[in-house]
């Protein structure tokens, strides 16, 4: 492995904590490191990953590779994920060598496979879409007879941000992936079919759980989604239902706390449609054991921000306080645009806006990629969504002025 292999221990007995991957979740881990005054030390991809870039002991490895991780988290009190693919014998083999993973090889099973988060979380009574497992095109066109075309198919490992998500309105649809079922990789056991839900809004939930079983919840926010990626989150979500969030903030700790979760986790749902006269209600949509895009608001809009809780969670200190510091703070993402050089822009953001938190990732430029994000805060929405969107468009070179 390159880079620095072995972490630097801080005196007083202070803990490392290790991250699997080196991607922007990992880098905005390590200000509240330092803070905290806890070493980090992330396994990255390579020396440029955009943790290794602020994390001084951030040796060169694959998540995929066993004798890299276990050399990495030879030196690590604790070991936590920048994302979910690590596979899961490897996983296995690190608890058995005694690492403390958090959150755990059973816990993130979960977050890696979606049907079996489905019949977990269905065997809950956690309120779901219609979803069925399917190897043929026959159970395809038997589930879009049942629930209505179009449906939802998804691979059930390895999709995010839109990717490994199809909408079928016919088996033909989806022959490609179907001729892949039965080999190796994410379609190996099947298609996740699921209904297309007619929902109001999306909606995320995030919660941190320490191994003692303590646990905090933020806000209930709205996602706002482009091409499936999330562009804008709203943190609280507007005019959302007391009851609505009471619920949905309830099925979150529930989840974390059946499925043992260590950590942050995020539960994304939908606000659906009640009948006539009834009130919203939810289905979950997705899982992630990490910090999460839905989160990134609480840095600057929250007492406790999701790195620092991660940290403080997977550690089993004593959680922070998540409750919000202004009445409203809006997430804008800065997707790669037609600036390859940000720094221009960047200063012309902090110039225009003082109170605008810009956070990038120090990651190349690449159209769509997400390699920023802009945080406002305070007591107008609206003015709050102008000033954050304005910002990210102006990073991304959508506006010039």
Known sequence: MGGVSQPKRAPGGFPVVGVVGGGQLARMMQGPAVELGVQLSVLAESDTAAAALVVPSSPVGEHTDLEALRAFAAHCD?????????????????????????????????????????ERLSGLGIACPRWSRATTAAEVTAFGDEVGWPIIAKTPRGGYDGKGVSVASSADDLTEWISRIGEPGPLEHGLLLEEKVDF??????????????QAAAWPVVETVQTDGICTEVLAPAPALDADLASVATEAALR?????????????????????TGDASSYVVNELAMRPHNSGHWSMDGA???????????????????????APWTVMANVLGGDYEHLYPAYRHIMARDPGAKVHVYGKGVRPGRKIGHVNVSGTDLDDARERAGHAADYLRGVITE
């Open 78 to 118: 604790v070991v936590t994920f920048d994302h979910e693919h690590v596979p899961p014998h490897l996983l296995e083999a690190l608890e058995a060598d005694g690492v403390a993973l958090h959150p755990t090889r059973a816990a993130l099973h979960f977050a890696q496979d979606k049907l079996a988060m489905r």
């Open 200 to 213: 109001v809004r999306e909606l995320a939930v995030l919660i941190a759980r320490s191994p003692s079983g």
């Open 303 to 325: 007492v406790t921000g999701q790195f620092e809780q991660h940290l403080r969670a997977v550690l089993d200190l004593p959680l922070g306080d998540p409750r919000p510091r």
């Open 255 to 275: 989840i974390a706390g059946e499925l043992g979760v260590t950590g942050v986790l995020a539960v994304e749902m939908f606000e659906v449609r009640g009948a």
